[in-house]
């Protein structure tokens, strides 16, 4: 364990060997000026040292005043010096020696380290005024030791202009003490002690240079006692900056400080009046008396000049506070105990339209409202109430409401007061706080209000639905979401301007579908929430709000919306969900919410109550994707390839590749994954790794003079990726496979999503050789138009269509439409989902080229396909 020293015990260790040197000089028979000079030099420079040491951070930062403490240092040192050289200096025949000289400067920056102890210092606290009364402190000393110690020195002193000269140090000494003792009593500093032991020892110095004055005067040396004042003082200063103090020290108050030169021009006064009566004349005592006189005439003159400075301030105060009272738009009313109103102050007319006369000798309680009126009259009464304590004289505040000419009730905020000038009357201050109440009227509003449509918004509905369940309970308690389908491609097409003025069109259908009862909101983007309030949740209730939710899509489905002069077709998706027993209200707006996604996720424009299972399957899906991204670093997606054959000749032209995901030990099907991978954006990096690794192992194929060609199907979020179109080339050229052997399959709805990017990005694919396909062909809502806008190479029918070959006529003449339209077009034809004989057999009829599907060939690993690999070299007619 580290221990830390003390300084304080080698300070103290030192003051004691110095008190042990002055006693052996003593014992040792050493003469009064050697010991004074061994204990002056001893105890300075143990000072100097202390000082010099604790202004150097050995004391808590608080404390440390290392300017003003090495200022006394200096001090100190320049003391000591002095006090060293007195033994040799006072051989010479001067009143006034080099070392007095010493001892001069000495006192002088004890008396400035003093005074800089001080915050702020002594020297900034009026120049002239601390002068002055330094020097009444002084001349009244310099009276009471003229007449008991001086006067009679002076009478037997045979040279007066030496006497005054001996006389010149502590004089100086005693000036300077007066000086800054008042503002170091009265300081507030972190550490005083340090302040008042300097003006001990400055208090000393002026005692001990008295008497050596003397002494000299007298052809003696001066006493022992005299000489060890300064020393013991110099000893208490070297422990003063270690002092700790428990608590702050309590300031001397400043009516004292500031008294105290006149309590010492008063005793001086006395006792020179009874030495005049008890003595002859005293000239140099009359001097004195002249001169604190005239010095207190000074003062009197610059106390003169101050008050009337600070008249003027007040003045200067009391205009600036009028002007602030008028600027502010504060009228201020001056009433009697019974509150009628006696004076009134500028402004009332400007801000509530009466002019001063209508209101003055008239009750101010005419002008209060009815219900303000008891706190009003409660406050007066308390206010004119003689008994009441000191704190009612700061002012009491109230909010109340005042009658303006035009009849109106302005809210306002009034202080009252006792008026300074009367305490029977009362100040009352009112402020016209009309804006603000509007300000904060409106605040609300917007914070509970949607701009766009003007209904209550999330915020206010949460807090409604809480409110309604913890007063009524779970019973007939539902919530309805409502989402706007294909709202997104208005705001795309015509605008977000557009798109919210749809969506004030929307609010005014949907409030005119509930009842006045319901809480209609705006939930956010396209989306709207009701809340209702009923009796049980069973039977005819949940109807209700079944029927409700079916009248709100129809409120949305039923007529176009006109935007941007054209008519908008939009349906509505609904959810719907009943409050439970101690079902959270945060969890019955989920479900709704759950329940409105699912209605969505079905085709939109239908209503679906929330089930159970609609959560398990959100939180299965959020597994799912907070999954995937671990799979994907983990490499547990594999490729399996479902190969695509020439249906005249059972060749294997190339092969599809499909995504497997295997969690563990547990097969993922695509259908779950996909999804929530389009959705967080891990799709992007799964379909790279998808296309490096397949066109790697294609390549590796063609390489075996294997004529086989790779399809891969594309998601939006892929294609729309940055650098997308530099991904496929990059896999290419890294593969070796050439540009001319891999097809990218889109489905049609990519396409009318975002038609403009999505056939841009696909026709720079189609600049660089890579050939472009349509999947599930005759699904979409534009296929013949994109076939016109995007060169395309292939066609694949939806197993839709092939799956009602031979049993169904309409779809066996849709299917025959869609090869001979293929045909004529010169693109290649695939029929995906071939399953049975029968649906292979008519599809060769019809011309069709190519064909996939389990009768053909199931998906299999890159394995499998080697097996399919032919023996011999086969051109590929694709």
């Not at 110099?234 to 422990?239: H, R, T």
């Not at 720079?764 to 999947?775: F, H, M, Q, S």
């Given at each position: 364990m580290k221990v830390r020293r003390d300084?304080?015990?080698?300070?103290?260790?030192?003051?004691?060997?110095?008190?042990?040197?002055?006693?052996?000089?003593?014992?040792?028979?050493?003469?009064?000026?050697?010991v004074t000079a061994i204990a002056g030099v001893v105890t300075g420079l143990l000072a100097a040292i202390s000082l010099i040491m604790a202004a150097s951070r050995v004391v808590p930062a608080h404390r440390r005043q290392p300017g003003a403490w090495r200022w006394m240092a200096a001090g100190s040192l320049t003391w000591l010096l002095g006090v060293g050289v007195r033994p040799v200096a006072d051989g010479t025949p001067f009143v006034l020696t080099f070392a007095d000289l010493l001892l001069l400067v000495g006192s002088v920056l004890l008396a400035i380290g003093c005074g800089l102890s001080v915050k702020p210092p002594a020297f900034t606290r009026g120049v002239i005024r601390q002068a002055a009364d330094a020097y009444l402190g002084a001349a009244s000393v310099f009276t009471v030791a003229w007449v008991a110690v001086l006067g009679p020195a002076f009478r037997k002193a045979e040279d007066t202009g030496a006497f005054f000269v001996a006389l010149a140090l502590p004089v100086v000494c005693l000036l300077a003490t007066c000086a800054i003792t008042p503002a170091v009593a009265a300081s507030r500093s972190g550490n005083r002690v340090v302040g008042l032991t300097g003006v001990g020892v400055l208090t000393a110095i002026t005692v001990a240079e008295m008497a050596t004055a003397l002494a000299r005067l007298d052809g003696d040396t001066a006493p022992l006692a005299a000489g060890l004042?300064?020393?013991?003082?110099?000893?208490?200063?070297?422990?003063?900056?270690?002092?700790?103090?428990?608590?702050?020290?309590?300031?001397?108050?400043?009516?004292?400080?500031?008294?105290?030169?006149?309590?010492?021009?008063?005793?001086?006064?006395?006792?020179?009046?009874?030495?005049?009566?008890?003595?002859?004349?005293?000239?140099?005592?009359?001097?004195?008396?002249?001169?604190?006189?005239?010095?207190?005439?000074?003062?009197?003159?610059?106390?003169?000049?101050?008050t009337a400075g600070m008249r003027r301030l007040v003045d200067v105060g009391e205009q600036q506070l009028r002007r602030l009272a008028e600027n502010t738009g504060d009228v201020v009313l001056v009433c009697d105990p019974g509150g009628v109103i006696q004076e009134v102050g500028p402004g009332l007319e400007t801000t509530y339209g009466y002019r001063p006369e209508d209101l003055t000798c008239r009750p101010i309680f005419d002008y209060i409202h009815p219900e303000d009126l008891p706190a009003v009259q409660a406050?007066?009464?308390?206010?004119?109430?003689?008994?009441?304590?000191?704190?009612?004289?700061?002012?009491?505040?109230?909010?109340?409401?005042?009658?303006?000419?035009?009849?109106?009730?302005?809210?306002?905020e009034s202080v009252a007061a006792r008026h300074v000038r009367d305490d029977d009357l009362v100040l009352v201050t009112i402020r016209d706080l009309s804006d603000q109440v509007a300000l904060r009227n409106q605040v609300t509003h917007l914070t509970f209000h949607d701009g766009v449509t003007g209904l209550p918004n999330r915020a206010y509905f949460e807090e409604r639905a809480r409110d309604v369940l913890s007063r009524r309970g779970a019973g007939g308690t539902a919530v309805i979401f409502l989402d706007l389908d294909g709202f997104t491609s208005v705001n795309d097409s015509v605008g977000h301007a557009s798109g919210d003025h749809l969506l004030g069109q929307a609010a005014r259908r949907l409030r005119s579908a509930v009842r006045a009862d319901d809480t209609l909101a705006r939930w956010g983007g396209d989306e709207f929430a009701v809340l209702l309030e009923g009796g049980a949740s069973g039977g005819a209730d949940a109807q209700t709000a079944i029927d409700l939710a079916e009248r709100l899509v129809r409120a949305v489905s039923n007529e176009p919306f006109r935007v941007a002069d054209r008519d908008v077709a939009l349906t509505a998706s609904v959810g719907v969900a009943f409050a439970e027993e101690d079902l959270p209200p945060g969890d019955l707006l989920r479900n709704a919410d759950v329940a409105m996604s699912r209605a969505k996720e079905l085709g939109g424009?239908?209503?679906?109550?929330?089930?159970?299972?609609?959560?398990?399957?959100?939180?299965?899906?959020?597994?799912?994707?907070?999954?995937?991204?671990?799979?994907?670093?983990?490499?547990?997606?594999?490729?399996?390839y479902q190969p695509v054959v020439d249906l005249a000749t059972s060749r294997v032209t190339a092969v599809e590749a499909l995504v497997r995901w295997w969690r563990g030990s547990t097969f993922v099907p695509p259908e779950q994954f996909l999804g929530p991978a389009e959705d967080t954006g891990i799709i992007v990096p799964l379909s790279e790794w998808i296309l490096r690794e397949a066109c790697r192992e294609v390549a590796a194929w063609r390489a075996s003079s294997w004529d086989i060609g790779l399809a891969l199907n594309l998601s939006a979020r892929q294609i729309m990726a940055p650098r997308f179109v530099e991904t496929v080339a990059e896999a290419l050229s890294e593969s070796g496979l050439p540009a001319s052997a891999l097809t990218l399959e889109v489905i049609e709805e990519m396409l009318v999503e975002d038609a403009g990017e999505m056939i841009s990005r696909l026709s720079e694919l189609r600049t660089l050789g890579v050939r472009l396909a349509i999947d599930d062909f005759g699904t979409g809502y534009a296929s013949l138009a994109f076939l016109r806008q995007l060169p395309v190479d292939m066609i694949k029918i939806d197993p839709s269509f092939v799956s009602g070959l031979g049993r169904d006529d309409t779809l066996t003449l849709l299917t025959k439409t869609i090869v001979q339209l293929g045909n004529d077009l010169g693109l290649i034809v695939v029929a995906e989902g071939i399953e049975r004989p029968e649906?292979?057999?008519?599809?060769?009829?019809?011309?069709?080229?190519?064909?996939?599907?389990?009768?053909?060939?199931?998906?299999?690993?890159?394995?499998?396909?080697?097996?399919?690999?032919?023996?011999?070299t086969l051109q590929n007619t694709a």
């Amino acid at each position: 364990m580290k221990v830390r020293r003390d300084p304080r015990v080698p300070l103290t260790t030192a003051a004691g060997l110095g008190a042990v040197a002055v006693v052996v000089a003593l014992v040792t028979g050493g003469s009064a000026p050697v010991v004074t000079a061994i204990a002056g030099v001893v105890t300075g420079l143990l000072a100097a040292i202390s000082l010099i040491m604790a202004a150097s951070r050995v004391v808590p930062a608080h404390r440390r005043q290392p300017g003003a403490w090495r200022w006394m240092a200096a001090g100190s040192l320049t003391w000591l010096l002095g006090v060293g050289v007195r033994p040799v200096a006072d051989g010479t025949p001067f009143v006034l020696t080099f070392a007095d000289l010493l001892l001069l400067v000495g006192s002088v920056l004890l008396a400035i380290g003093c005074g800089l102890s001080v915050k702020p210092p002594a020297f900034t606290r009026g120049v002239i005024r601390q002068a002055a009364d330094a020097y009444l402190g002084a001349a009244s000393v310099f009276t009471v030791a003229w007449v008991a110690v001086l006067g009679p020195a002076f009478r037997k002193a045979e040279d007066t202009g030496a006497f005054f000269v001996a006389l010149a140090l502590p004089v100086v000494c005693l000036l300077a003490t007066c000086a800054i003792t008042p503002a170091v009593a009265a300081s507030r500093s972190g550490n005083r002690v340090v302040g008042l032991t300097g003006v001990g020892v400055l208090t000393a110095i002026t005692v001990a240079e008295m008497a050596t004055a003397l002494a000299r005067l007298d052809g003696d040396t001066a006493p022992l006692a005299a000489g060890l004042v300064v020393p013991a003082m110099l000893l208490v200063l070297a422990v003063a900056p270690w002092v700790q103090e428990d608590r702050p020290a309590r300031p001397l108050p400043a009516a004292l400080t500031a008294a105290t030169p006149l309590v010492l021009v008063a005793a001086a006064t006395l006792v020179a009046t009874l030495y005049a009566i008890g003595s002859s004349h005293d000239a140099a005592l009359v001097v004195v008396a002249a001169s604190v006189v005239l010095v207190l005439l000074g003062r009197l003159f610059v106390l003169l000049v101050e008050t009337a400075g600070m008249r003027r301030l007040v003045d200067v105060g009391e205009q600036q506070l009028r002007r602030l009272a008028e600027n502010t738009g504060d009228v201020v009313l001056v009433c009697d105990p019974g509150g009628v109103i006696q004076e009134v102050g500028p402004g009332l007319e400007t801000t509530y339209g009466y002019r001063p006369e209508d209101l003055t000798c008239r009750p101010i309680f005419d002008y209060i409202h009815p219900e303000d009126l008891p706190a009003v009259q409660a406050l007066l009464d308390r206010m004119t109430d003689e008994d009441d304590g000191p704190e009612q004289e700061g002012g009491t505040r109230i909010s109340c409401r005042f009658r303006a000419s035009d009849g109106t009730w302005r809210p306002t905020e009034s202080v009252a007061a006792r008026h300074v000038r009367d305490d029977d009357l009362v100040l009352v201050t009112i402020r016209d706080l009309s804006d603000q109440v509007a300000l904060r009227n409106q605040v609300t509003h917007l914070t509970f209000h949607d701009g766009v449509t003007g209904l209550p918004n999330r915020a206010y509905f949460e807090e409604r639905a809480r409110d309604v369940l913890s007063r009524r309970g779970a019973g007939g308690t539902a919530v309805i979401f409502l989402d706007l389908d294909g709202f997104t491609s208005v705001n795309d097409s015509v605008g977000h301007a557009s798109g919210d003025h749809l969506l004030g069109q929307a609010a005014r259908r949907l409030r005119s579908a509930v009842r006045a009862d319901d809480t209609l909101a705006r939930w956010g983007g396209d989306e709207f929430a009701v809340l209702l309030e009923g009796g049980a949740s069973g039977g005819a209730d949940a109807q209700t709000a079944i029927d409700l939710a079916e009248r709100l899509v129809r409120a949305v489905s039923n007529e176009p919306f006109r935007v941007a002069d054209r008519d908008v077709a939009l349906t509505a998706s609904v959810g719907v969900a009943f409050a439970e027993e101690d079902l959270p209200p945060g969890d019955l707006l989920r479900n709704a919410d759950v329940a409105m996604s699912r209605a969505k996720e079905l085709g939109g424009r239908r209503v679906e109550v929330f089930a159970t299972h609609m959560h398990a399957d959100v939180l299965r899906r959020l597994e799912i994707a907070s999954d995937l991204q671990r799979a994907l670093l983990e490499n547990q997606f594999a490729i399996e390839y479902q190969p695509v054959v020439d249906l005249a000749t059972s060749r294997v032209t190339a092969v599809e590749a499909l995504v497997r995901w295997w969690r563990g030990s547990t097969f993922v099907p695509p259908e779950q994954f996909l999804g929530p991978a389009e959705d967080t954006g891990i799709i992007v990096p799964l379909s790279e790794w998808i296309l490096r690794e397949a066109c790697r192992e294609v390549a590796a194929w063609r390489a075996s003079s294997w004529d086989i060609g790779l399809a891969l199907n594309l998601s939006a979020r892929q294609i729309m990726a940055p650098r997308f179109v530099e991904t496929v080339a990059e896999a290419l050229s890294e593969s070796g496979l050439p540009a001319s052997a891999l097809t990218l399959e889109v489905i049609e709805e990519m396409l009318v999503e975002d038609a403009g990017e999505m056939i841009s990005r696909l026709s720079e694919l189609r600049t660089l050789g890579v050939r472009l396909a349509i999947d599930d062909f005759g699904t979409g809502y534009a296929s013949l138009a994109f076939l016109r806008q995007l060169p395309v190479d292939m066609i694949k029918i939806d197993p839709s269509f092939v799956s009602g070959l031979g049993r169904d006529d309409t779809l066996t003449l849709l299917t025959k439409t869609i090869v001979q339209l293929g045909n004529d077009l010169g693109l290649i034809v695939v029929a995906e989902g071939i399953e049975r004989p029968e649906q292979l057999d008519l599809l060769r009829k019809m011309g069709c080229t190519r064909g996939q599907g389990y009768l053909v060939a199931r998906p299999m690993t890159a394995r499998g396909v080697d097996s399919l690999m032919p023996t011999t070299t086969l051109q590929n007619t694709a």
